[in-house]
């Protein structure tokens, strides 16, 4: 009788484990997992930057919403800042010339929590020119003219090299581009997409592939507008298209893009005056994500109901996988 009793109660629990286990794999998947993001706070010109606690804060995926972990502004002791500095070597030498003071005189006048690095984009890469200093006047000094040659440059793919060269940097990070954004590598081996070469193309495969790395990376992308060298640089198409994969970048990045279109701005003080503004009101928010089997991009919708602001990010953020 007992070796029965025994044995019943063997096949129950093994029916039970049967239903439990698989029940317990999927709860699994729902755990979250701590993800972090950039936000950047746009007040109304009108009204001063209000105050942004972290309940004032919503993190929604889909129709989710996910709990916010840590909301910290970037000031202080946490206002420390990566910025790398690329320029497009296939740049009008004499456009940039013109301002490039200007960019100096940023440089300089950076805080001391801010650590730099400079960079020209060429052949489908980039050169480093000065590695990550706080030595802001050996930076701004590192700085010189582009060649004006650029018949295999492509922005994007020097920002995807950057990515994924730019490593081991804990503190908050941000790219600043200085380009057309046409992309004449793709040009060079007779790329054609869209409507034709004199029409507007849909986004290239490389910007929407640099973006994808950028947001992996937690990485804001800014863009400043300086007029290139080429027939490419005189077609109105082109340099629409290339603004516009620029823009698609910063915009998904959570970055911002400086530009007048076609005109060459008289000077990069105004656009390096917002972008300070933006870099001073920025904060680093925490939220419980929820992994999925692979690790991957997952869109989100960073928002507040606090009357004259609105929060900007990039619109993924990198989930790993979940824990098995």
């Not at 029965?4 to 063997?10: D, G, I, S």
């Not at 060429?122 to 018949?151: E, I």
């Not at 530009?259 to 917002?274: C, E, H, I, K, R």
Request: charge should be neutral; include cysteine; proline fraction near 5%.
């Amino acid at each position: 009788m007992r070796t029965r009793l025994n044995l019943a109660a063997a096949v129950c629990a093994a029916l039970i484990l049967g239903f439990v286990l698989p029940s317990m794999a999927q709860d699994s998947t729902t755990a979250t997992v701590p993800v972090r993001m950039v936000v950047t706070l746009e007040a109304s010109k009108d009204n001063p930057a209000p105050v942004i606690n972290r309940d004032d804060v919503m993190v929604r995926q889909g129709k989710n919403r996910l709990k916010v972990l840590e909301w910290t502004a970037a000031k202080g002791d946490n206002a420390s800042l990566d910025m790398f500095i690329l320029i497009d070597d296939a740049a009008n030498s004499s456009s940039f010339g013109t301002k490039m003071n200007d960019l100096r005189e940023w440089i300089n006048a950076q805080p001391s929590t801010t650590t730099l690095a400079l960079g020209y984009m060429s052949n489908a890469t980039f050169q480093l020119v000065q590695d990550f200093t706080t030595d802001h006047a050996l930076v701004a000094k590192s700085l010189r003219l582009p060649r004006g040659f650029g018949t295999m440059s492509s922005p994007y793919l020097s920002l995807v090299d950057l990515m994924k060269r730019w490593s081991g940097h804990s503190n908050r990070r941000a790219v600043l581009m200085v380009s057309d954004g046409i992309d004449r590598y793709r040009e060079a081996f007779g790329y054609r997409g869209g409507f034709g070469p004199r029409g507007l193309q849909p986004i290239s495969v490389d910007a929407q592939t640099a973006s994808d790395q950028a947001q992996k990376a937690g990485v804001p992308v800014y863009a400043m507008y300086v007029r290139g060298t080429g027939y490419a640089a005189t077609s109105f198409w082109q340099v629409s298209n290339g603004q516009n994969n620029l823009s698609m970048i910063c915009d998904t990045t959570g970055g911002e893009s400086f530009a007048l279109m076609m005109g060459d701005p008289v000077s990069y003080t105004p656009y390096l005056n917002d972008l300070q503004k933006v870099l001073d009101n920025q904060y680093l928010l925490q939220f419980a994500a929820k992994p999925q089997k692979k690790g991957g991009l997952q869109s989100v919708t960073i928002m507040t109901e606090v009357p004259h602001a609105q929060l900007h990010a990039a619109d993924s953020v990198w989930v790993p996988a979940a824990p098995k």
